[in-house]
């Protein structure tokens, strides 16, 4: 099942897998931001999807270096709300000055 040049790139095939299973998102008002939404299932979800991830070669992802590279990204990503959004009010909805721009 390729879906495109991403799965042969390591670090781009865990973010689709972890996005397309709803793992983490991407805050609306800080691009540059990856907020780890919490849910285990769809953690779980993201790294059974990422295993079927087939590269251009026919081949699939070592489960090590896939290990590897969810808890990296894990790791980084924020956890459950934006931190530059809670320096400005209600980290769950964005703050009125989010709001006015």
Known sequence: ???????????SAVHYALET???????????DILVRVGDDAAEN???????????????????????????????????RYCPRCALFGDPYHGSSEHQRN
Not at 1 to 11: A, E, G, K, V
Not at 21 to 31: E, N, Q, S, Y
Not at 52 to 76: H, N, P, S, V, Y
């Open 45 to 79: 979800h993201a790294f059974a999807r990422a295993r079927k991830l087939i590269k251009c070669d026919g081949t699939t992802w070592e489960g090590e270096a896939l290990r590897k590279e969810f808890e990296r990204q894990l790791g980084k990503a924020a956890d």
């Open 1 to 11: 099942m390729p879906i495109s040049s991403q799965t042969d790139d390591l670090r």
């Open 21 to 31: 299973t709803r793992a983490v998102t991407v805050c609306p008002f800080h691009l």
